[in-house]
């Protein structure tokens, strides 16, 4: 089989993807949103609420064991900023070749929500990035502190989109 | 007369009470880096009781560049050539995601000839990153001979790169499409011939170096990673490959051409500084086998797919990882339909090491430091962004 548009080629079968759905949704019902399934990538929206829970299931139960990213996405035009996180998984062989996907999605004047690290670890570092690069403030966080910018940075968080680059105003 | 030492005024000197984090006396505050040669740039807060560490508190930055937010402003062509600056020794790997990414989102078919290319890019710089990855290793263990020897044969893979795309380093070779254009004709042959006088060559790299003695008496048994920590910490590539975990984003989710090539995923159990070190030289092997089978099925025809001045992205998003010299490396683009991405989030192998470093560098003794950091195969480049 191609690669070549790996989002065309099986999007007849899911079967991987849509046990993954039916498992979640039989678990948390209406309590998530299902926001798309693609070839080997399920996204779900979570709220803030029960993120933990949601989490606790999607590591224990279902095998996604590891975290590949965290990422804030600024939406200023809905008020809104999501927090996107990236789980894979190398000790469930059959959901192994997918990535879940779940994002909180936090209003943006005050974007607050638990950290996962007593789920997944390895998300301390990409949870400090987010919160210094979009301001969100992940509750329960060991050391919620400047990561990568300057140690004397002022301004906005960098990523949220009415911080422009000098030179770069538009 | 005796000399006099105002204690109080020499920082991480204070043995009588407790310092500023409310550590136990006698703990020594050290600041490893940002200019220590052995680290990079990047700092390491480690504070030992004796010569143990209790605890590392990893500090990046010196080299954020803020990649994610430059990709906000140049449409999806013009963010080729800065998103590789992060990794410049593995430049294809870390464009790689990037191509898929843009090529899904804004449906851009890529001709067969093109995948092929693409992996043989990608597997001569794996070797390229493993070798000079290798070379600090070993310079940095005391042994210059290892840092010579995979200097040297770098070049030969450099030369290679530099025949098909042009530049030695910084290709800015793989294009949403395909590759910016085809390798001369003699390439494949002088491929061939260069991948198999590497192969026989890094079978020294054994006799010099990894059966060397003090090589394993500094690495064999140093910042043992559990299975279990590896997966839950985020570790990724070799690292998480030393612990006995079988994951390699080419076998569970195959981009291009990877499903039809034959090649094994290399693993090892001890989870020490040594298997870190043994995997990736390993791993050359496999990427050697790969090549030379890509060039043997490589079709003729274009290379490149023509674009439109200013490729417009479909509204949503797309996440896609290959495995690149370090491990998984991701892109997470967001595009809102204009030619510009929305949002591109970066996954680096390096930044996910950090959690992993910490966990070993405590309890670590500290002259142990350097072989755990450097078994990391931690870039702070690439980290930082």
Redesign the interface.
């Known amino acids: 089989?191609?690669?070549?548009?790996?989002?065309q080629a099986s999007t007849d079968q899911l079967t991987v993807e849509k046990e993954i759905v039916d498992r979640v949704i039989a678990r948390f019902g209406d309590k998530v949103k299902l926001a798309y399934v693609k070839p080997?990538?399920i996204r779900f929206n979570v709220s803030k609420d029960i993120i933990l829970e949601f989490a606790r299931y999607a590591r224990d139960e279902l095998g996604f064991?590891?975290?590949?990213?965290v990422?804030g996405?600024?939406y200023p035009k809905n008020k809104l900023i999501d927090v996107?996180y990236?789980i894979?998984s190398?000790?469930n062989d059959k959901f192994?070749?997918s990535?879940l996907?779940f994002a909180v999605q936090l209003d943006r004047d005050d974007p607050v929500m638990p950290t996962l690290i007593p789920i997944?670890?390895?998300?301390?570092?990409?949870e400090r990035?987010t919160f210094e690069?979009l301001g969100v403030i992940f509750d329960g966080h060991p050391r919620l502190e400047?990561?990568?910018?300057?140690e004397d940075w002022a301004d906005i968080p960098?990523?949220r989109k009415d911080?422009h680059?000098k030179g770069?105003e538009e | 007369m005796g000399l006099e030492i105002d204690r109080e005024r020499i920082p991480g000197f204070d043995v009588e009470g407790k310092d500023a984090d409310g550590m136990d006396k006698g703990i020594l505050t050290l600041s490893v880096g940002p200019q220590h040669p052995g680290s990079g740039h990047f700092r390491l807060i480690v504070k030992v009781d004796g010569d143990i560490i209790v605890e590392a508190l990893p500090d990046p930055g010196y080299v954020h560049r803020g990649e994610e937010k430059m990709c906000e402003y140049r449409n999806y062509i013009q963010n080729i050539p800065h998103l590789e600056r992060p990794m410049i020794a593995d430049s294809c790997g870390i464009l790689y995601p990037y191509v898929l990414a843009v090529e899904e989102i804004c449906n851009i078919p890529v001709p067969e000839r093109a995948k092929y290319i693409r992996v043989i890019m990608a597997e001569l710089n794996r070797c390229i990153f493993e070798l000079y990855w290798l070379g600090i290793y070993g310079i940095f263990l005391g042994h210059s001979t290892m840092f010579m020897w995979p200097m040297a044969d770098r070049e030969l893979l450099i030369d290679l790169a530099e025949m098909a795309s042009g530049a030695r380093v910084t290709h800015a070779y793989f294009v949403p499409g395909g590759v910016r254009n085809d390798v001369p004709d003699a390439f494949p042959e002088k491929a061939k011939r260069h991948l198999l006088y590497f192969r026989n060559r890094l079978k020294e790299y054994k006799d010099i170096f990894y059966d060397n003695p003090l090589f394993q008496a500094r690495t064999v048994g140093v910042g043992i990673l559990r299975r279990e920590d590896a997966i839950n910490l985020g570790a990724t590539g070799p690292v998480l490959r030393a612990s006995g975990v079988e994951h390699d984003i080419r076998k569970v989710e195959p981009y291009d051409v990877y499903d039809e090539l034959d090649f094994k995923v290399i693993t090892m159990n001890e989870g020490d500084s040594f298997a870190r070190a043994y995997v990736p030289w390993l791993e050359m092997y496999e990427s050697v086998e790969i090549a030379l089978q890509a060039l043997e099925r490589m079709p003729s025809g274009p290379v490149r797919t023509k674009l439109g001045p200013n490729p417009k992205g479909a509204v949503g998003e797309v996440f896609k990882r290959v495995e690149a010299a370090r491990g998984e490396l991701a892109y997470y683009l967001v595009s809102d339909g204009n030619p510009k991405p929305y949002r591109v989030k970066l996954s680096v192998p390096s930044f996910r090491e950090i959690p992993v470093m910490a966990h070993l560098l405590k309890g670590a003794k500290l002259a142990d430091m350097p072989s755990i950091y450097w078994s990391m195969n931690y870039w702070p480049v690439e980290a930082d962004r």
Do not use: K, N, W
């Open positions: 089989m191609s690669q070549q548009g790996q989002g080997r990538r064991d590891h975290p590949i990213s990422a996405v600024d996107v990236h894979g190398c000790t192994r070749s990535v996907v997944y670890r390895g998300v301390e570092y990409h990035e690069m400047r990561l990568l910018l300057p960098p990523l911080f680059t770069r």
